[in-house]
Each structure stands twice: as C-alpha cells, then as structure tokens.
C-alpha cells in the first residue's frame, strides 16, 4: 500500500514536470527566434531561477510537485545551456575567437549577475508582501 501511494506521488510530481517543461519549451521556441534569443532566455531563466529557489527557500514551500515542475520543468526546458554551447561551438568553429569567448564570458557574468537579481526581487516581493 505504502508503495502504490508513492508511486502515485512520483507520478503527480513527473506530470506536472512534464507539463510546466512542455510551456517552458514552447515559450523558449517563442523568444529564441529573436536576435540573441538564446542569450534573452537564458538571462530570463537564471533570474526566474534565481527568483524561485529563494521563494521557495524562504517559504519552506513543501509542494515538491510544484517546486520540481517549476525548476526542473519549466526553468529547465526553457533555458537552453545547449544551444548556448553550440553557438559557441560553431563561432570557434568558423574561427571568431574573439566573439565566442566574448559570447561565452558574457553569458557566464550575466548569468551570475541575472541570478543574483532574481534573488534580490525575491527579497523585495517578500518585504512588500510581509507590510501588506
């Protein structure tokens, strides 16, 4: 019995991860046909990461399902380290040194710095929430 219930509970948390990674892939489909696509989302998914880890951090939020959908599911569908290793990869490949490590140490300092912010907004979205 004990094991039917968490295999129920697996199954709920995979769907839902399923479910907000089906969204977060079509949105990164939607914003990475623009020029620096890929940088955009990538920038907006480490400020949503950023923004989500804290939250539920400081919440002790205990939804594992909701958690997991919305980092491993939609963060992780809708960022796209992958695409950003290839773009890299064929700018070395064409020989623009110069533009893939300017590429490469651009996305890793935005990357941080995106992060960071998302956890700085987090911090003001609880301050505000706690005077209401």
Request: overall charge positive.
């Amino acid at each position: 019995m004990v094991k039917k219930i968490i295999q129920v509970k697996s199954l709920k948390i995979y769907l839902v991860i399923a479910i907000l990674a089906a969204i977060g892939s079509i949105l990164r489909s939607c914003l990475a046909k623009e020029i620096n696509g890929v940088l955009l989302v990538n920038i907006l998914g480490c400020i949503a990461l950023g923004f989500i880890n804290l939250f539920l951090k400081d919440y002790n939020y205990s939804n594992l399902s909701l958690a997991k959908g919305l980092t491993v599911g939609f963060i992780g569908s809708f960022t796209t380290f992958s695409s950003y290793n290839l773009e890299i990869f064929k700018l070395i490949n064409h020989k623009q040194y110069l533009a893939g490590l300017t590429y490469f140490v651009l996305f890793a300092a935005l990357g941080l710095f995106c992060t960071w912010i998302g956890m700085l907004l987090e911090k003001l979205v609880v301050k505000v929430g706690k005077n209401r």
